[in-house]
């Protein structure tokens, strides 16, 4: 795969991600309305040269949006491609891009990035789906339809291309994201336990923060924070790292290693929340701040 997919592929995902995976707190909200004070028709009227304008976005019923949230998101990646993929260039292409093995391209960091944008974007576009007046379980839904069928129509459009082709390793990481979004939706409490996230620290030279894998951290946390079981408010901040990385895949000079690594660290995002920055602290469940876990790795290599 060329990195330059799999940076748009991300890109995309982390500029809906940061804007949208707080609309999850929004949705919230609808559930503590403030009771409607009634205001007598007189007190409009009397307003001179009041209009009331929604605005052509906000005027349009929930499946329009998402039908159009689709089709915007699937031609921009039409576009980027028929530009700068040469996507039509072939009848069909398959890319073999194997696993986690040291020779593979990015030793499946890749694979876990597709893993996490997938299930990021789903859990971005479940926030924005119940903002929008969905219930919790069809947000989800339809957000992991449109997740997945966003990265889907890119990798079959990259069977199209030369240098592109059709990897079935990316799509199968792509469902598993789609189907933990739906696992930790339909699962609470499980969620409340669980994070999957991403680290970005300053190993090299940054090039695209988005496939920059030797600067990469994949990470599956477990916050101490869900177990009502513990009441120390102190361990309650603790949670505890299991993840991957590589290094050296970019760089010709360097070996090519793949780690495994243990990690312990603050839970930022309970902070957040207790003092009321509650999108900083949705969004902290998908993003690690870099330089906080305390690791310890092994080199697979």
Not at 93 to 107: I, L, M, P, R, T
Not at 232 to 250: A, D, M, P, V
Not at 291 to 298: A, E, G, P, Q
Request: charged content about 20%; glycine content about 6%.
């Amino acid at each position: 795969m060329n990195p330059k997919r799999i940076s748009l592929s991300t890109a995309l995902t982390c500029a809906l991600s940061c804007t949208l995976i707080s609309s999850s707190v929004y949705a919230q909200s609808s559930m503590n309305e403030v009771p409607e004070t009634q205001v007598p028709a007189t007190s409009v009227n009397s307003l001179p040269n009041t209009t009331i304008d929604e605005g052509w976005w906000s005027s349009q019923p929930k499946e329009k949006k998402l039908l159009y949230t689709n089709i915007i998101a699937a031609s921009v990646i039409g576009i980027w491609g028929l530009a700068e993929w040469d996507y039509g260039s072939e009848d069909w292409n398959n890319a073999d891009e194997g696993w986690f093995e040291q020779d593979s391209k990015y030793g499946g960091a890749d694979k876990l990035g597709h893993f996490w944008a997938t299930y990021t974007f789903a859990d971005a576009l479940t926030g924005l789906y119940k903002n929008w007046g969905y219930d919790s379980k069809t947000a989800n839904t339809y957000a992991t339809i449109s997740a997945w069928s966003v990265q889907a129509f890119m990798e079959v459009a990259d069977g199209t291309s030369g240098s592109q082709g059709f990897a079935w390793e990316d799509m199968v990481m792509n469902t598993a994201g789609a189907l933990t979004s739906v696992l930790m939706e339909r699962y609470p409490e499980l969620d409340r336990k669980i994070d999957f996230r991403v680290e970005y620290v300053f190993n090299v030279d940054v090039n695209s923060i988005f496939d920059d894998y030797s600067n990469h951290y994949y990470s599956m946390v477990l916050k101490l924070d869900g177990f009502d079981a513990i009441e120390n408010s102190f361990l309650k901040y603790l949670e505890f790292h299991g993840g991957y990385y590589t290094r050296g895949y970019e760089d010709d000079d360097e070996k090519d290693e793949r780690f495994l690594y243990a990690g312990v660290s603050l839970n930022f995002s309970r902070f957040f929340n207790q003092n009321g920055w509650t999108k900083t602290g949705k969004t902290l469940e998908y993003l690690q701040v870099p330089y906080t876990v305390l690791k310890t790795s092994h080199n697979l290599d």
